[in-house]
């Protein structure tokens, strides 16, 4: 599977937001046309997590688990029917790593939906480390962009 591209302003975008929501985990994600190579839009999404909405680890905190939750889930399921559906989903580790936890794999399958998977690895120094992994979740881009 070839990654999806993402263009250099989203990527900005992302870790902006990654950076802008530590010490907590980011999440949100990136639609594109349907069929298409890349992706051309972001949709930052607000962290559920602490509201304990997790399906699956509700106990953890916003620093070790996201959740796309209420309206903000709903909208992204409504682009399913798009021509411009949600093509990435993405979120942060506050670890410096890009990888997908045991929790984040089993909720990823468990959902079903058609999509890549986007984990950006920061501390408090920045930016470190960044993964993309396919619908199966096998990885299949990594990159350091060591943005501060």
């Keep these: 599977m070839t990654a999806l591209a ?16 530590f010490p907590d ?13 890349a992706v051309d ?10 509201d304990g909405e997790h399906p699956i680890a509700p106990a953890r905190g916003a ?17 399913f029917d798009s021509s411009h559906p949600a093509r990435i989903v ?5 670890n410096g790593r890009a990888y997908l936890s045991d929790v984040d794999r089993e909720m990823a399958l468990a959902s079903g939906y058609p999509v890549h998977h986007l984990v ?20 299949i881009a990594r990159w350091n962009p060591h943005v501060r």
């Design 6 to 21: 993402i263009p250099e302003p989203l990527l900005a975008g992302l870790y902006a937001h990654a950076l802008t929501a």
């Design 25 to 37: 985990e980011a999440c949100g994600y990136l639609t594109g046309p349907r069929g298409a190579a």
């Design 41 to 50: 839009a972001m949709v930052a999404c607000r962290n559920a997590q602490p």
């Design 63 to 79: 620093d070790t688990g996201f959740v796309i939750a209420g309206a903000e889930l709903l909208a992204f399921a409504r682009t």
């Design 90 to 94: 993405y979120h942060s580790h506050t």
């Design 120 to 139: 950006i690895g920061l501390t408090a120094a920045g930016v470190t480390e960044v993964a993309q992994f396919d619908e199966t979740l096998a990885e």
